[in-house]
């Protein structure tokens, strides 16, 4: 199987809420406008990949609820409805649950410990679960549990301290290599994969999307592009300014499945 076609996804128009988001440090709030600008890409470069995007309508409650990412994982025919551990996120899973309950034929609920589809890698040899501050080691070791349901294997890795989820270091370019920064690859996380490294500066490019024959990257980021571009991986940058304000990069904007 190929592991980046993708032809469905979920998104959330961001809320004007957005401006306060969650962030590790804060170098000043996004702009609300800044942030709709580059979703809008996002779903637009997304729609022109061939995915059917639905998008679901913003909650204000929730400032960090356009980072869908983090309420579940989704697989070809099921889905698992996660726990974030961040307290102010908790309640997004809950918004998120009926409709995967539409697109899913099984779906299965976390009920231990707490767990964000920010730390969770899928690949084709098993889903690396990133403990982190957001997800705790019960709710990784839960999460293994429900993925051998759905026959998939999970194995825990860590987050490096101080990062907020796995895949801010790390993301899937194809079915042998990984893009990560050198801090995670230390830890030799990813047995028998290739691994391309980000250029030491630009740890934020670490968070790019594979989708089809394309692979998203943040704008700012040139020595990692040309990396890629040297690998003859087909580069598409985006802007993520007003998202990274907040820690967030591409993954976390979309729940991303072939149906
Ligand atoms: C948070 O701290 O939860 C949000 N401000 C950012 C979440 C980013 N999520 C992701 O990369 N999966």
Known sequence: MNFHAFNRAIVRTPSRSVVEGLRAVDF???SYDGVIAEHRDYVRVLESLGVSVETLPAL?????????????????????LLRPGAATRRGEAAEMAATLNRNFARMLHLEDG???????????????????ARTSVAGATALVALLAQIGQQGF?????????????????????????????????PFPGFRLILTPPGEEGAANALRIGDSVLLSKG???????LARASYNVKPLATAEIAKIDAGLSCMSLRWRA
């Open 28 to 30: 000043g709030a996004p």
């Open 60 to 80: 204000e409650a929730f400032p960090d609820s356009v980072f869908v990412e983090d309420t579940a994982l989704v697989f070809t025919g099921a889905a698992i």
């Open 114 to 132: 707490t767990a964000e589809g920010g730390d969770v890698l899928t690949t084709p040899r098993g889903v690396f679960i990133g403990a982190s």
């Open 156 to 188: 825990v890795v860590n987050t490096p301290r101080g990062v907020l989820h796995l895949k801010s270091d790390c993301s899937l370019l194809d079915d042998e290599t990984i893009l990560c920064t050198s801090c995670l690859a230390a830890a030799e």
């Open 221 to 227: 980021y040139p020595k990692t592009a040309e990396v």
